[in-house]
Structures are given as structure tokens and as C-alpha cells.
């Protein structure tokens, strides 16, 4: 009920993340997530796959972001070991939410998971009971490959999701 703008009327800015951009993307992993990291954690993926790292800025606020990480592993769809893009943490801040900001990061992520480090296949985790985040991993075209027991710290299960880039 502030006399802010309404967010609608705000330019949203879609670039890749920097390092000084720290404070503002765990600011909006607070407000957005019971998943914390330390600082450490942000900076290294920063820093190794800061190409596929996106954030969304409004003025100079940062209004939300994708971090993904680049492993070899076996593959969730395909066959044999690939070269995975694992979406580790994705959020928005409330008042920005429902106007395609997720689905732009995570398209422009996915691009250059491809692009720039040659992923063949993304996947990520998430809430049994996420219903907005499994909506739009869905929308973007991931299925369920699986689901682990006991997952979060607070017991809850996760699904693994995935697609073929
Ligand atoms: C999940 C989250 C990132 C989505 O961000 P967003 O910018 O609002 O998403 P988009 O506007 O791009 O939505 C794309 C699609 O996702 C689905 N979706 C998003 N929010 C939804 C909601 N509240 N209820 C149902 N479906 C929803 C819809 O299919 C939507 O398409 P539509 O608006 O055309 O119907 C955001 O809600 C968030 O930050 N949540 C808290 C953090 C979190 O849960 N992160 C994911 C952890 S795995």
C-alpha cells in the first residue's frame, strides 16, 4: 500500500550477471527461497558460468535471477554421460511476478547453457508442492524424470525435471 509505481510501468533490464551484482541477487534469494548459500557459492558460479548466469534488473535494483551450473554426468533423458545444465536456484521477487521475467531468464539461460557451453540436456529440482515453478519448467518444456524422498531440509520431496536442449 506504499506510493511506489505500479511495476507494470517499470523497465525490466535482462542481462548477464557481474560479481558487484551479489548483494542483489541473494536479496532476492532471501525474500524468495528457504535455500541459502554462501556468499562463496554465488561468486564461484559467477565466475565458472557467468555466460548462462541472468539476472532482471528494475533501475538499478536487481528484481530476480537464474544461477545454473554446468556438470558431466549421466544423463536424466538421453543415454550415457552428458554434459549437463542444472538450473541450481531461479526467483523473482513477489511484486515482479506473472509478466514472463522467469521464462525470459530461463530461455536466455538455456540459450547459452547451449551456445556458449555446449549443453546437450538442463535439469533442475524442485518442490513437490511448487506448483508456479513445476507450471513453468512444464511450460518451458521439461517432464518429470523423477522424484527424490526427502529432498529439502524440511523433508519435503523433490522432482527432478528435465529437457533436451
Ligand atoms: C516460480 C517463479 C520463478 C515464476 O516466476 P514468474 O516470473 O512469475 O514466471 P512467469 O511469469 O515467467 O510464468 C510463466 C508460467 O509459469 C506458470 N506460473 C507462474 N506463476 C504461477 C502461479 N503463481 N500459479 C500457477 N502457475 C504459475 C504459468 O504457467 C506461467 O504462464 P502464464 O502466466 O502464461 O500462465 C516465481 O514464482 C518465484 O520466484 N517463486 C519463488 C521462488 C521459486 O519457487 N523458485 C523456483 C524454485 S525450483
Not at 507494470?8 to 541459502?36: K, M, Q, W
Not at 559467477?46 to 532482471?56: K, N, S
Not at 554446468?70 to 554434459?83: I, P, Q
Request: charged share 25%; aromatic share 10%; hydrophobic share 45%.
Amino acid at each position: 500500500m506504499g506510493n511506489a509505481p505500479p511495476a507494470a510501468l517499470e523497465e525490466v533490464v535482462i542481462r548477464r550477471a557481474a560479481p558487484d551484482d551479489i548483494d542483489g541477487i541473494i536479496s532476492v534469494n532471501i525474500e524468495c527461497l528457504p535455500e541459502h548459500y554462501p556468499i562463496r557459492f554465488w561468486l564461484e558460479h559467477i565466475e565458472r558460468y557467468g555466460d548462462a548466469f541472468y539476472v532482471a534488473e528494475v533501475g538499478s535494483r536487481i528484481i530476480a535471477y537464474v544461477m545454473p551450473r554446468v556438470e558431466f554426468g549421466f544423463a536424466k533423458l538421453g543415454t550415457g554421460m552428458r554434459r549437463l545444465g542444472h538450473i541450481v536456484s531461479i526467483a523473482v521477487r513477489r511484486a515482479f511476478r506473472r509478466r514472463g521475467i522467469a521464462t525470459v531468464l530461463m530461455t536466455a539461460s538455456m540459450e547459452s547453457l547451449k551456445n556458449e557451453y555446449g549443453v546437450q540436456e538442463v535439469y533442475l529440482e524442485v518442490r513437490v508442492s511448487n506448483e508456479p515453478a513445476i507450471n513453468l519448467y512444464k511450460k518451458l518444456g521439461f517432464t518429470i524424470v523423477e522424484r527424490i524422498r526427502n529432498y529439502y531440509l524440511d523433508g519435503e520431496d523433490a522432482y527432478v525435471m528435465a529437457k533436451e536442449l
